[in-house]
């Protein structure tokens, strides 16, 4: 069975800086799809940012950005000039490629974005 | 207007109530899911529906039941609330005729508190 995990319960960054999310997942698939959703204090589910596995070439969304690395099971999420609004949990999650499209999550990270 | 519409927002009941949670959207997919989220657990999978007449469990359905009434409306049933269902609830949907790699879109949240 396939399982993410997210090692950092809470992150803090300042204003204008960067940061980075961690996210590890096993799988024994070649081909899947990794997602990071956002959930601010009013508590949507945002996506912020999508990868497909059999592409090379991290996504990049704005100032959200991926370190994508298949061999090590890697999903990090680099959020460059923060800002306030960026303040949310955010969700790794993995979907396989084929089959049913189910989403499993990580456990998340809070992060807070200080002035 | 919201695409994917949860009723009600939130919901304080007590232990042994019927309770049912309703989705509807207006996206026209034909896939919508409900996931429930605790607190350092992230989201889990409830049940899933694939169309009217395909309807599955997903890894935590025990305690829950689930009708899919048209394509547009998936609600989700505690027969007997227990105080551990106490939960944020969330609808989701997809589109399996948009290719493969599409995100799932989630409503608002049901805040279920049970006493």
């Known amino acids: 069975a396939q399982t993410v995990t997210q090692s950092q319960p809470e992150m803090s960054v300042q204003e204008a800086e960067t940061v980075t999310l961690s996210c590890t997942y096993d799988t024994s698939e070649s081909d899947y799809y990794l997602f990071w959703y956002k959930q601010p204090p009013s508590r949507q589910m945002i996506l912020v940012i999508r990868q497909e596995a059999y592409k090379q070439q991290n996504a990049t969304e704005n100032r959200f950005s991926v370190n994508f690395q298949k061999a090590a099971k890697s999903f990090s999420l680099k959020i460059s000039d923060s800002q306030l609004g960026d303040a949310a949990m955010y969700f790794c999650a993995y979907r396989r490629l084929r089959g049913t499209d189910k989403l499993i999550f990580g456990t998340g990270t809070r992060l807070q974005v200080f002035p | 207007d919201a695409d994917v519409t949860q009723t009600p927002r939130n919901r304080i009941t007590k232990t042994g109530k019927r309770i049912m949670l309703e989705c509807s959207q207006t996206?026209?997919?034909?896939?919508m899911y409900w996931y429930r989220q605790d607190p350092g657990l992230g989201l889990r999978l409830i049940y899933y529906s694939f169309d009217v007449k395909d309807i599955n469990k997903g890894e935590i359905s025990d305690g829950y039941s689930v009708s899919r009434q048209a394509q547009a409306k998936f609600s989700l049933s505690l027969e007997s609330a227990i105080p551990n269902q106490t939960a944020l609830y969330f609808c989701a949907t997809s589109d399996s005729l948009a290719g493969s790699g599409q995100p799932q879109h989630f409503g608002d949240g049901t805040r279920l508190s049970i006493l």
């Open positions: 996206k026209g997919h034909d896939r």
